[in-house]
């Protein structure tokens, strides 16, 4: 096992918990009926709650790759669904996934079983008593297809 050095232990739990606000950003964007850009649902967070400076360059970047790729990523999410449908979903299931296909299909700096490992943690503190098990499906299936360039429910 790799022993990891201070700062990277640091830098991974600034992008855990900047991935925990990037939930409250997903949600509040749907709560304003997804109307606005997600970049103003993350000002209006960032109006309200204090976010450690060492989380927002990640949270952000988060943000503008959601904001940028949310049409392509509901798509792929959707193909990985089998028998259900996004908007069928509970709301902090849905951010949870929103967030791991933005890291697996356009963050190449975090391998995608880190990705998976991370929102099943985020499922299990957020979610349900199924979230984390649904995630790590649906996740997995999206990686998988996104690896061999197949539709992800085969």
Known sequence: MV??????????????RARSWGIQVLYRWESNGEATPIPEALEDVLDHRLISRSRL???RQLVA????????LDEQLQQALQNWTLDRLARIDRAILRLGAA????????????TIQEA????????????????????????????????AAE
Do not use: C, W
Request: zero cysteines.
């Open 57 to 59: 360059p990640y949270l």
């Open 3 to 16: 022993e990891l050095g201070p700062e990277e232990v640091r830098r991974r739990i600034d992008r855990r």
């Open 103 to 114: 890291e697996i299909l356009y963050m190449d700096d975090i391998p995608p079983k880190a």
């Open 120 to 151: 099943v943690q985020l499922a299990e503190q957020y979610g349900g008593k199924d979230s984390p098990r649904f995630v790590n499906g649906v996740l997995d299936a999206l990686y998988k297809s996104s690896a061999t360039g197949a539709p």
């Open 65 to 72: 790759v959601l904001d940028q790729h949310r049409t392509d």
